[in-house]
């Protein structure tokens, strides 16, 4: 089932800018930890951005200065600004989520199925 809805995603042009947004959908108590990692074409899932509870980001190098994430609570989502577009910035990006849901106790930790971001040279 899919718990996790991404939009944003597509081509841009480099040093163009584009905005992901990702929904936790289903019957939802509280998110923890949200983040957004990306994977290009034979490479490792990385972290890009983190994003706590309580508002605390942390960035990859590689875009600080370039990206932010932040999250609206009240609509269970979070989101990744993209600016200064590079061609290297070109992978599948999923977000991720640690989504507690009403009558657990516990967070099920959650990926969305990822959204293609293509940065054109």
């Known amino acids: 089932q899919v718990q996790l809805v991404e939009s944003g995603g597509g081509l841009v042009q480099a040093g163009g800018s584009l905005r992901l947004s990702c929904a936790a959908s289903?019957?939802?108590?509280?998110?923890?930890?949200m983040g957004w990692y990306r994977q290009g074409p034979g490479t490792q899932r990385e972290l890009v951005a983190t994003?706590?509870?309580?508002?605390?980001?942390n960035y990859a190098d590689f875009v600080k200065g370039r990206f932010t994430i932040s999250r609206d609570n009240a609509k269970n989502a979070v989101y990744l600004q993209m600016n200064s577009l590079k061609s290297e910035d070109t992978a599948v990006y999923y977000c991720?989520?640690?989504?507690?849901?009403?009558?657990?106790?516990?967070?099920?930790?959650?990926w969305g199925q990822g959204t293609q971001v293509t940065v054109s040279s």
């Open positions: 994003i706590t509870n309580g508002g605390t980001t």
């Open positions: 991720n989520a640690n989504v507690r849901y009403i009558g657990r106790t516990y967070f099920t930790t959650t």
């Open positions: 289903g019957s939802i108590f509280s998110i923890g930890f």
